[in-house]
Nanobody, 120 residues
Framework: QVQLAESGGGSVQAGGSLRVSCQAS?????MGWFRQAPGKEREGVAV???????TYADSVKGRFTVSRDHAKNTLFLQMNSLKPEDTAMYYC?????????????????WGQGTQVTVSS
């Protein structure tokens, strides 16, 4: 079992930056960020494995960076050049096995989410 707690969401204007964090109770092979906007399906944003190999959704490549602090079991998502379409609830998730993909259904452990709102 892995408990996850997100923090750092908030409101920002388009073009701005935010960093969200996720504190995990213990490490997991895969950790990632997913998001869900009202009326839309959940989508994978960025995932990273225990060797710091990462995968990004096309919509965030070049703007978002996922990273991990292995010593502190913490996951981060640095979001730059934010757009209104990035507005969503952002969830941290963990999966104990290889491989690390962007399919949320593969992840058994989830946080409660943190809201990110980008205004135009």
């Amino acid at each position: 079992q892995v408990q996850l707690a997100e923090s750092g969401g908030g409101s920002v204007q388009a073009g701005g930056s935010l960093r969200v964090s996720c504190q995990a109770s213990r490490t997991a092979y895969c950790m990632g960020w997913f998001r869900q906007a009202p009326g839309k399906e959940r989508e994978g944003v960025a995932v990273i494995d225990i060797y710091d190999l990462s995968t990004y959704a096309d919509s965030v490549k070049g703007r978002f960076t996922v990273s991990r602090d292995h010593a502190k079991n913490t996951l981060f998502l640095q979001m730059n050049s934010l757009k209104p379409e990035d507005t969503a609830m952002y969830y941290c998730a963990a999966y104990p096995l290889f491989p690390c993909g962007l399919r949320g259904a593969d992840y058994p452990f989830w946080g409660q989410g943190t809201q990110v709102t980008v205004s135009s």
